[in-house]
T-cell receptor, first 114, second 117 residues
């Protein structure tokens, strides 16, 4: 089976940098994804790491260490609109093609304050 | 183009009733997924389709849950004899099927909020 751990809540001020950690224990691992979800909204894709290292996409970066079963999402220049829940998700080894299920963590609720 | 759509957005039913939830994926996406999300939790995998066939249904909690995708596009999640514990947001997602070297992100719909009284 799969299990993922994330902090339940994080608070940061506008303009700051925040890091959301994720550790996982899995029976099969193909990559780590990050999703953002505003209250009442759909999860939206932020980033994906299949290999060790840092992936940068604008204000958001994601890191993966496969040997440590650990990753993090880094949000820079925080804005009020970044207040949302953030989920890490392990991607299972695909059965066919590249489609495979995701196992999500319980999510980290980020509150950005003035 | 349009994103993933789900209908209805809200469904209230009584314990023991049958419900159907519909998902319309992004055009051209061959992979379709159903997840269930309870309050304060992450989405929980139920089933996924590659084309018309269920490639992985290991997340369906019991035989009251069933899903179909007869023409490889629209999918319907069917729940028989609903129970109060089935109350949750049911999310649908779709992704392209690509080659082994590429990653195809999952695009989620807005969900159907199911309430079983």
């Amino acid at each position: 089976g799969q299990s993922l751990e994330q902090p339940s809540e994080v608070t940061a001020v506008e303009g700051a940098i925040v890091q959301i950690n994720c550790t996982y224990q899995t029976s099969g691992f193909y990559g780590l994804s990050w999703y953002q979800q505003h209250d009442g909204g759909a999860p939206t894709f932020l980033s994906y790491n299949a290999l060790d290292g840092l992936e940068e996409t604008g204000r958001f970066s994601s890191f993966l260490s496969r040997s440590d079963s650990y990753g993090y999402l880094l949000l820079q220049e925080l804005q009020m609109k970044d207040s949302a829940s953030y989920f890490c998700a392990v991607r299972d080894i695909p059965i066919t093609g590249t489609a495979s299920k995701l196992t999500f963590g319980t999510g980290t609720r980020l509150q950005v304050t003035l | 183009g349009a994103g993933v759509s789900q209908t209805p957005s809200n469904k209230v039913t009584e314990k023991g009733k049958y419900v159907e939830l519909r998902c319309d994926p992004i055009s051209g996406h061959t992979a379709l997924y159903w997840y269930r999300q309870s309050l304060g939790q992450g989405p929980e995998f139920l089933i996924y389709f590659q084309g018309t066939g269920a490639a992985d249904d290991s997340g369906l909690p019991n035989d009251r849950f069933f899903a179909v995708r007869p023409e490889g596009s629209v999918s319907t999640l069917k729940i028989q004899r609903t129970e109060r514990g089935d109350s949750a947001v049911y999310l649908c997602a779709s992704s392209l099927k690509g080659d082994q070297s590429s990653y195809n992100e999952q695009f989620f719909g807005p969900g159907t909020r199911l309430t079983v009284l």
